[in-house]
Nanobody
């Protein structure tokens, strides 16, 4: 089963930036769409962004459009989420996941352990 590890979370001030990474071990990411999800305390998990296996198609939640950028480097077996102009409401645990479909953010079967992002002054 695809094993994913997130990194890059942390504490940042409003308006700041972070880049999250999602790396795979043992299996290549080449054949998988990868999604980024987040879950804030007391809220349901939501899909944030997703990228197709070849990187040719991406999508974003309305709340992050224009601020977040998803990309992938298959040679490094890594998917990135560049987060700019961060807001306090972006505070959440961020997860990457594979094995699903970007349309509707469904059927993702392999999940990382999550990385905490806190936006606060």
């Amino acid at each position: 089963q695809l094993q994913l590890v997130e990194s890059g979370g942390g504490l940042v001030q409003p308006g700041g930036s972070l880049r999250l990474s999602c790396a795979a071990s043992e299996f290549t990411l080449d054949y998988y769409a990868i999604g980024w999800f987040r879950q804030a305390p007391g809220k349901e998990r939501e899909g944030v962004s997703c990228i197709s296996s070849n990187g040719g198609s991406t999508n974003y939640a309305d709340s992050v459009k224009g601020r977040f950028t998803i990309s992938r480097d298959n040679a490094k077996n890594t998917v990135y989420l560049q987060m700019n102009s961060l807001k306090p409401e972006d505070t959440a645990v961020y997860y990457c996941a594979g094995g699903g479909f970007c349309s509707g953010y469904v059927d993702f079967t392999s999940w990382g352990q999550g990385t905490q992002v806190t936006v606060s002054s």
